[in-house]
């Protein structure tokens, strides 16, 4: 919508810890239970529940088992921000 | 996040048909059903589907039995958009 992109992503295990410089990052969990690291704490986002990460805060989202998610974001934002490496995906992949 | 806004919204009935006119609209389902009247069209969405109404494209939402949704769309959207009316809600009511 607008700039904005809706990505659908099934997480399982460690991402790596990053931050986004320019946007803030919206994380819905739709089906099953993910948690995000953050700096001085750790979050559980569970099914139906939906987490706000501010621009420019590090954080390190992982899930035990897999989970399904939508992610909110402005078009263009790199998924491991300024962290870089293997984990990097390419944008625009449409299902 | 940034300048959007997600919005919790209970809706039952009929709404006034509208548009607005800078910026597109996302609803996502979250229990129930509702439906959307377009100028050719009426669709139906389901709990966990959702629907980006194109910027100044008329819609009329309308739902049978309440129904549960999430907007998103940036800060400061009118929710009758160029309709007014009595339907007009206030902006920021946080819950």
Not at 55 to 60: F, M
Request: proline share 4%; charged share 25%.
């Amino acid at each position: 919508m607008n700039d904005y992109q809706f990505k659908l992503v099934k997480i399982a295990g460690d991402f790596v810890s990053h931050r986004h410089a320019h946007t803030d990052e919206v994380f819905i969990v739709l089906e099953g239970k993910m948690n995000i690291e953050f700096e001085n704490e750790i979050v559980e986002i569970n099914t139906g529940e939906m987490i706000v990460v501010p621009k420019g805060e590090k954080h390190k989202p992982f899930a035990k088992e897999e989970c399904k998610i939508m992610l909110v974001e402005p078009t263009g934002v790199v998924n491991t921000g300024d962290a870089g490496g293997e984990l990097t995906a390419p944008d625009n992949q449409w299902i």
